[in-house]
């Protein structure tokens, strides 16, 4: 697998097939970061406010000036999640990393006082 063939092949299959899958891309990049095989920061972290809390969650794009696409993953498999469109004041940023709301999540929240302690 380490080949410059066998990643090429890969490359190809990733370009042309599993891309097609939905969510493919996302998923792998969650997965490449909580595996700390990615240096790379994919997704803004930060909270949502749904019904009366607030929850981690993944910005994905702004969609207008007032209004955002975010993701809201599941605890403790963070693989799952909703699709949210939401309003500008119903998110907040957060300076914590995709990899530590991760780890936070799939812990259920254990290690979120210091996370956002000088944020709520």
């Known amino acids: 697998a380490k080949t ?11 370009d042309k097939i599993l891309s097609l ?3 493919y891309s996302f998923m792998k990049g969650i997965n490449e970061n909580i595996f700390g095989t990615n240096d790379e ?7 949502a406010r749904v019904d009366d809390g607030w929850q981690f969650a993944f910005l994905i794009e702004q969609i207008n000036e007032d ?3 975010v993701f809201i993953p599941d605890a403790p498999n963070p693989m799952g999640g909703g ?9 907040k940023e957060v300076p914590v990393s995709q990899r530590e709301a991760l780890q936070c999540i799939r812990k259920l929240g254990f290690g979120s006082a210091a996370l956002l302690k000088d944020v709520l």
């Open 21 to 23: 899958i939905p969510g």
């Open 4 to 14: 410059k063939t066998a990643k090429n092949l890969v490359t190809k299959l990733e």
């Open 41 to 47: 920061e994919n997704l803004k972290v930060i909270l």
């Open 67 to 69: 209004h955002f696409t």
């Open 83 to 91: 699709v949210y469109f939401m309003e500008k004041e119903r998110i």
